[in-house]
Structures are given as C-alpha cells and as structure tokens.
C-alpha cells in the first residue's frame, strides 16, 4: 500500500511539473497575461461530535497568475487552532481527524502543555460525555503550503461550456507537533465544469485528494465534490451558492458536508472583494464559518 502511494505521490508531481514546463515553454492563446494577489480571513466554530467547540482561523495570502488558458497559484497560510486534538487544518479548511479528544492531532491532557510539552494558551474544560477534564489547548503558525497548476478549455462561443482542470501540492511546511498540519505532502487533481445560461452559471467540481500519511495518523485517500451556481446581480456584483462533499480523511471520522453561500463585488479593474459563510450538517464539518477576501488585480 505504501508502495502504490508513493508511485501515485510521483506521478502527481510529475504530471504538475511538467504542466508547469509546458506553460513556461508554450506560447499563451487568446487572452492577456494577468496578476492576482490576494488576502483572506476565515473564521470557522463547530463541536466536530464533542460537547465543546473547536475554533480555527485561517488566514491565506495567495498570488495567482494567469496566461493564457494556464493559471498558476501559490498560497502561504497562518493557522490558527484552538481545540483538542480532533481537528487539524487542510488546504481548504479544518479537517476532522477523530472523534476522540486526544486521539488525533495531540494529547487532552496536562492543563496548559502543548503535546510536545511547550507551554501555551490553554483552557480546562470538562465535557459531559467524558468524567475526566479535557485540555484546550491554543496552537498557531505557518500552515502548510500549497501550489496549484490549472488549464482551461475555453469554449468556442461565450456561452459554452467551459471545462478546467488542475493539479495541487501541499507542501508540509505547518508544525505537526502542534496539530496546524498533516505533516506530509498531498497531491490532488480536480477538473471543474461551468456553463453559463444567461446571468446563471451553474457549475460541478469533482477531485481526488493522495494524502500523505503521518507517524501518528493514517490518512485517506479522499474523494470531494461541489455543485452549485452563480448568479450576476450587475456587472460588479454577484452571489454564489454551493453544495460541498468530501470523504472521511481518516477511519475515526466523518464524511463532510456543507453548505456555503458567498458575495463577489468588483470594486473596479483592480480591487474586489468577497465575502462568505458556510454551515455544516456533519460532525466533520464546522457549525458554521464566515470569511472575508480582498484581491488586487494587475
């Protein structure tokens, strides 16, 4: 098994690496070069199946770049985690690891240590469903990395249907030992469908996510998806609406579903901005999650 993961984790880089030489040595098709950086907070609260919340905060400053039909993405993110060792962070949000305090990220016990024995911002408390105390405990950092490679085929007319696909790594860069990260290098691919009938562009995702597994914690390999639509309210302004699915990233958890709405105005050829929220219907999922992003285009 660890054998026909490893060949896969190859294979991935590979196909990314060479997707990235061939946009660097092909000429760019119809449409100009650009720039995009942008910063964002989020802010997600939920019990994740225990009596006390797990919050997470995340923060990502992300540069794209488009040429052509290629896009090119790399996003550094602060993390934020202040829980018990069930949840730790993906590269699109908080991931449920266990259902036990204790039994994923780090220890739920020793009021004010760290799992490594650090001391840090920590808060007792005792739960109903457990007669010993469980430890709070605060941890925050640089997350893990992630650069992604995408290419468009771009329909023939302007309301076609458009087909997107990408490949991503996560670089382990966050601090296991404080449970901000996984610890090892992911390797997704995902293609996006889009067509637009009028102001309504209804859109599906569909990716598959090779997760590298730790010392401590046997990952999945896991299945996401999306579907949803956007809708232009004006030229500058539009709403989006989504349903989101992804597989269980361990044995001792759940599957995640969620559902999240979001509002996109265009300030004007530079700025933009969106803002969003999200609820959960599953223990792997936050109650509910809000955010807010600001992008400058150039």
Known sequence: MKQRKSVARFAAAALILGSALAAAAGPALAGENSTRLSVAYYLATGDYGLDTDTDTEYVPVSLDYYQGPWSFNLTVPYVRISGFGTVTMGPSGPIQ?????????????????????????????????????????????????????????????????????????????????????????????????????????????????????????????????????????????????????????????????????????????????TVSGSTGFTNASPDWSGGLEVAMSF
């Open 97 to 273: 690891v266990s259902h036990t305090p204790g039994g994923g990220m780090f220890g739920a016990s020793g009021a004010g240590s760290s799992p490594m024995g650090r001391r840090t911002t920590a808060t007792t408390t005792t739960t109903t469903s457990s007669t010993s105390t469980l430890t709070k405990v605060t941890e925050s950092g640089l997350g893990d990395v992630t650069a992604a490679v995408g290419y468009s085929f771009l329909p023939a007319a302007a309301d076609g249907l458009l087909i997107e696909v990408n490949g991503r790594v996560k670089f382990p860069t966050a601090d296991e030992n404080k449970g901000l990260g996984t610890g090892e290098f992911d390797y997704s691919a995902q293609v996006d469908l889009s067509k637009p009938f009028g102001a309504l562009t209804p859109f599906v995702t569909a990716g598959y996510t090779i997760t590298g597994d730790s010392d401590r914690i046997d990952y999945n390999n896991v299945f996401y998806s999306s579907i949803g639509a956007t809708y232009s309210l004006t030229d500058a302004v539009s709403v989006k609406a989504s349903y989101d699915y992804r597989q269980k990233a361990t044995d001792d958890a759940d599957n995640a579903e969620e559902a999240s709405v979001s509002l996109s105005w265009l300030m004007n050829d530079t700025w933009s901005a």
